[in-house]
């Protein structure tokens, strides 16, 4: 099935300063190309934190040496975004780069960005190549939930399955199907901001903007309680679940 895959990717010549095309007929270029990128991403995270721009031009070769391309000298590309950081609300982590990266591995395979929905998640569609493994398949899908934390929990995790892909690969031509991150395990205490107990609030919410918008009608909705409690996390959750896309919300606080 090797000779039925075609990997196409846009490396960027750091010398010359242009793209250049890296075709690869085999599932081998594409393992090896996505380990060195996870590495690349891995290690930044490390030393700087979220990269955030993680797509197609993030990537260079010079000297066969491939290296990451400073974020600040990268365009956002909307279907590369996570959604928390489309949401722009949420605190980002090492999550939505490995989201960018899941969207990056399926254009190196099917040759394009996937198609989004209404709210600009990945619409992930693997049916042009069939013949890709299953294995691979459930990779990007689980790089690409929605949920922060139901993706990988570490790079690592991450090189592990692709190493594990490339040895079957060198070994017997294919890759044997298994269930990416099963033995991934967390190297770091997260945080995530999913909100418990609080749906009847956010129900409350709901129903006062849905009055208001629907009467064409200004209304002012307080939230009390003692500090620490959540306010502020609860009217961002329901900014972000609830309202439009074009909505403007102004925030502030005050003593």
């Not at 690869?24 to 721009?53: C, M, P």
């Not at 197609?56 to 950081?85: A, H, M, N, R, T």
């Not at 298994?178 to 997260?190: E, H, I, L, Q, Y």
Request: charged fraction near 20%; hydrophobic fraction near 40%.
């Amino acid at each position: 099935f090797c000779d039925c895959c075609l990997c196409m990717f846009h490396l960027r010549d750091k010398r010359e300063s242009n793209h250049f095309d890296l075709y690869a007929d085999t599932f081998e270029t594409f393992l090896f190309l996505s380990i060195k990128f996870t590495s690349l991403v891995s290690d930044y995270n490390q030393r700087t934190g979220v990269h955030g721009r993680i797509c197609c031009d993030s990537f260079y070769c010079s000297d066969g040496q491939f290296g990451l391309v400073d974020p600040s000298s990268i365009s956002e590309s909307v279907v590369f975004l996570s959604p928390e950081k489309q949401s722009k609300q949420a605190v980002l982590d090492f999550h939505s780069d490995l989201f960018s990266l899941g969207i990056l591995f399926y254009e190196m395979l099917l040759g394009h960005s996937p198609r989004v929905d209404s709210d600009w998640l990945p619409i992930l569609d693997f049916s042009e190549n069939k013949l890709i493994p299953s294995a691979i398949v459930l990779m990007i899908q689980k790089l690409c939930f929605r949920v922060p934390k139901d993706r990988y929990n570490s790079f690592l995790a991450l090189t592990d399955d692709l190493s594990r892909m490339l040895t079957d690969f060198k070994k017997t031509g294919q890759i044997s199907h298994f269930f990416p991150g099963a033995w991934d395990r967390p190297t770091r205490m997260v945080f995530d901001d999913f909100l418990y107990g609080r749906e009847p609030d956010l129900m409350t919410f709901k129903h006062f903007f849905d009055q208001a918008s629907s009467q064409s009608q200004s209304a002012l909705l307080l939230v009390s309680g003692y500090s620490g409690i959540g306010k502020t996390s609860l009217i961002l959750k329901a900014f972000d679940e609830f309202l439009p896309k074009h909505t403007v919300l102004f925030q502030g606080k005050f003593d």
